[in-house]
């Protein structure tokens, strides 16, 4: 089942929030619990509390075994999630797609070539950075 949710759940960033507020208060330096929440939030690079919890919001977590739909190459497609990997810091993933039915990758009337299985580099948003000669993502993914 697709979700969204953060890269890592609220629920896990205040985690290490409270964690780092007893580690920190054991070490003989008390932090309050808000002064907390934004050390955690520097730390996974945002400039504050609001602002990770903001961008954290917008971003799709996909798993294997996920229903999902969208565009590869302007055509239309249903699909099932075969292959994901985090890329490099992490802000891009590779995703392997088997489409439901084959998906023709040409738009010229005189030729087809039929694509069932298809790999892509997207971003949280789900959008590959690639594009088409028209400018639009090569491939979209969504939740069904």
Not at 63 to 68: A, E, M, Y
Not at 84 to 95: P, V
């Amino acid at each position: 089942m697709t979700h969204v949710i953060p890269t890592a759940p609220i629920e896990a960033y205040k985690t290490q929030a409270r964690r780092l507020r007893d580690d920190l208060h054991a070490a003989g330096t008390p932090v309050s619990h808000s002064r907390a929440l934004e050390l955690v939030a520097h730390q996974h690079g945002a400039r504050d509390w609001n602002t990770l919890v903001a961008g954290a919001g917008n971003r799709l977590r996909f798993s294997v075994g996920d229903r999902v739909s969208g565009t590869y190459l302007g055509q239309p497609f249903t699909a099932e999630i075969r292959g994901l990997t985090l890329l490099g810091d992490g802000s891009h993933r590779r995703i392997t797609l088997h489409f439901d039915q084959p998906v023709d990758v040409v738009r010229f009337d005189s030729f087809s070539a039929l694509r069932q299985r298809v790999s892509g580099v997207i971003g949280w948003d789900g959008r590959s950075s690639h594009c088409t000669s028209d400018g639009q993502p090569q491939l979209i993914v969504r939740p069904v």
